[in-house]
């Protein structure tokens, strides 16, 4: 059985700096696509921050040079290392999977396996 465990998430202030993690149980993040989305107050789940399982990397312009995603192996996680956070960053972060060898995207159907999510506050 497949679990995504999100955590990491807390309040903080405009300008500082979080890492989220999401433990997998079940899957090995290094052959699928695994990704990061967010659902802010207010708006529809988006694709945050991606890694394929040729170590490519697509993040969305709007944390581009701020957000990055990367993976331990090891530990079977992937990380969401957030810099220079804003006020709206702030929301829901999830962690998605896709079954193995399958592109990402930021198709949100298109993922598998989700994660309950973990809450990010940026206060100004």
């Known amino acids: 059985q497949v679990q995504l465990v999100e955590s990491g998430g807390e309040s903080v202030q405009s300008g500082g700096s979080l890492r989220l993690s999401c433990a997998a149980s079940?899957?090995?993040?290094?052959?699928?696509?695994m990704a990061w989305f967010r659902q802010r107050p207010g708006k529809e789940r988006e694709g945050v921050a991606a890694i394929d399982s040729d170590s490519s990397i697509t993040t969305a312009d709007s944390v581009k040079g701020r957000f990055t995603v990367s993976t331990d192996n090891g530990k079977s996680t992937v990380i969401l290392q957030m810099n220079n956070l804003r006020p709206e960053d702030t929301g829901m972060y999830y962690c998605?999977?896709?079954?193995?060898?399958?592109?990402?995207?930021?198709?949100?159907?298109?993922?598998?396996?989700w994660g309950q999510g973990t809450q990010v506050t940026v206060s100004s």
């Open positions: 079940g899957y090995t993040v290094s052959y699928s696509c």
């Open positions: 998605a999977a896709k079954l193995p060898l399958f592109a990402c995207s930021w198709v949100r159907s298109s993922y598998k396996f």
